[in-house]
């Protein structure tokens, strides 16, 4: 599915919130934990992301982070497509 059109910027600092259909898991054991740190850590490097933050829950997750380039809605792909 698209990304919402935002407006986007370099430098950008970004607070993300997603969680799970009706509030469902999003992550059912370790191995679905680690995916997300290995994802969230391979879209920093390959986004130039600065990651400052994060909460990863069983429903839900929280990202706090800075775009060095305007390119939100690529980097959010990559998180939401594993």
């Not at 430098?11 to 370790?30: P, T």
């Not at 829950?57 to 800075?66: G, K, Q, S």
Request: charged share 25%; with cysteine; glycine share 6%.
């Amino acid at each position: 599915m698209a990304c919402a059109w935002r407006i986007e910027y370099e430098g950008a600092l970004y607070y993300v919130l997603s969680r799970g259909n009706e509030r469902q898991d999003i992550v059912a054991n370790d191995d679905d934990r680690q995916l997300f740190l290995d994802t969230v850590g391979e879209m920093g490097e390959r986004f130039e992301l600065g990651i400052y933050a994060y909460v990863l829950l069983d429903n839900h997750y929280h990202l706090l982070f800075r775009t060095h380039r305007a390119n939100l809605c690529r980097c959010m792909f990559i998180l939401a497509s594993k």
